[in-house]
């Protein structure tokens, strides 16, 4: 059984930090596709980082990048998200996304397979 738990969220003040935390498993970790999502209240759900497990590229949505950092712990199966400088527009329900391999392009930001049930972020100004 596939598993995907998020952990981390929580309410910052704009220019703050979190770090958030996707622990793995159920599924062939090695060579995957993962990912970090969000959505707020109204909007879309859009990509924001995604991550080749073992390979190590990272792509990042233009919105993100140079603020969040996707990292890999193969040993313990858990990608991150490090968000810095926090913006009140970065306030959503963030969501972690796993993908086997199946020869689709990675590190992507769309087309996941499996879901975690997400963490809240809240960037207040």
């Known amino acids: 059984q596939v598993q995907l738990v998020e952990s981390g969220g929580g309410s910052v003040q704009a220019g703050g930090s979190l770090r958030l935390s996707c622990a793995a498993s159920g599924y062939t970790y090695s060579g995957s596709c993962m990912g970090w999502f969000r959505q707020a209240a109204g909007k879309e759900r859009e990509g924001v980082a995604g991550?080749?497990?073992?390979?190590?590229?990272?792509a990042y949505a233009g919105s993100v990048k140079g603020r969040f950092t996707i990292s890999q712990d193969n040993a313990k199966t858990t990608v991150y998200l490090q968000m810095n400088n926090l913006e009140p527009e970065d306030t959503a329900m963030y969501y972690c996304?796993?993908?086997?391999?199946?020869?689709?392009?990675?590190?992507?930001?769309?087309?996941?397979?499996?879901w975690g049930q997400g963490t809240q972020v809240t960037v207040s100004s």
């Open positions: 991550i080749y497990i073992g390979g190590g590229a990272t």
């Open positions: 996304a796993a993908d086997p391999p199946r020869g689709l392009d990675c590190p992507r930001l769309y087309d996941y397979k499996y």
